[in-house]
């Protein structure tokens, strides 16, 4: 948005942000494994393609490394006022006011709210939560200072997060059990590190990035509309892939049939 409003020749304007820093979720998640679950290539502005990716799926460091880099580019940084955390606003005489936690307030015509859903980690309200003496986090707030090393460690939920951190922190954990609620669709991910003539050729001739970029944009588009729909081939093939890459690495039939979805795939 701030780019944007440059772009336009709109300069007078600020952002508000309430930590000491960008980034938002990828400030906020340093969980082992972090990354995104859409391509680096598509997952960045169609504006400031970069051209130093080093994973098609990128890890937390690069894609907060890739937002400041774009908030130096394009000078936002004069624009930004942190630690100031916004718990409300009024329309008053034809202006906002809009209030600070810390007792500020600020005065302006135009108001955008662009507060993001995931910075307050939602834990589950289980017996026991306020008396427990064992470490406990959760994923959003990692406690990089517990060594897991030959720890009994259990994890609740088997969603975003977990899929990515459990099989790291299972390289060096005792034991890891996973406390599921529903199965999720799950397969291979195809993900690998570019070669760097890759990255030489895309520095060279950065239209061939854009063209790229596109080109995940068209396939993924097709594909969630194509899964859409309520009875296609498509759903049966992946649904099918699914199911052997569980078979390939589960040998417990019980543990196996927990771990496929009674609900349709996409």
């Known amino acids: 948005m701030g780019i944007q409003l ?3 020749g709109i300069h007078d304007f600020l952002i508000l942000e309430k930590a000491d820093d960008l980034g938002g979720t990828w ?3 340093t969980y082992p494994g972090a990354e995104c679950d859409i391509p680096s290539a598509l997952y960045s502005y169609s504006f400031e393609p970069y051209p130093y990716w080093e994973y098609k799926w990128s890890h937390q460091p690069q894609i907060l490394e890739y937002i400041k880099h774009c908030a130096l580019k394009y000078e936002l940084y004069p624009h930004i006022r942190f630690k100031h955390t916004f718990i409300g606003a009024s329309w008053n005489n034809n202006h906002w006011e809009v209030y600070l936690e810390d007792g500020q307030t600020y005065h302006t015509r135009t108001l955008i709210t662009a507060i993001g859903q995931l910075h307050y980690p939602s834990i ?3 017996r026991g939560k306020d008396t427990l003496t064992i470490p406990h986090f959760h994923s959003a707030q990692w ?3 517990l060594d897991l090393k030959g720890k009994s460690v259990g994890v609740i939920g088997n969603a975003a997060s977990a899929i990515q951190f459990v099989p790291q922190i299972a390289k060096e954990a005792a034991k890891v059990t996973v406390f599921q609620r529903s199965a999720n669709w799950m397969l291979p991910k195809q993900d690998r590190l570019y070669r760097n003539w890759e990255k030489s050729l895309v520095r060279r ?3 061939l990035l854009k063209l790229y970029r596109l080109k ?3 396939l993924g588009g097709a594909l969630f509309l194509m899964l859409g729909k309520s009875k296609n081939l498509l759903r049966t093939f992946y649904q099918w892939r699914s199911r052997v890459f569980i078979k390939k690495y589960i040998k417990d039939e019980n543990l196996r049939q927990k771990l496929i ?3 349709p795939l996409g």
């Open 6 to 8: 440059k772009a336009k």
């Open 27 to 29: 400030r906020e998640n």
């Open 124 to 126: 589950p309200n289980f």
């Open 143 to 145: 406690n990089h200072d």
């Open 205 to 207: 001739f950065p239209f």
């Open 216 to 218: 995940l944009w068209l």
């Open 261 to 263: 979805p009674t609900y």
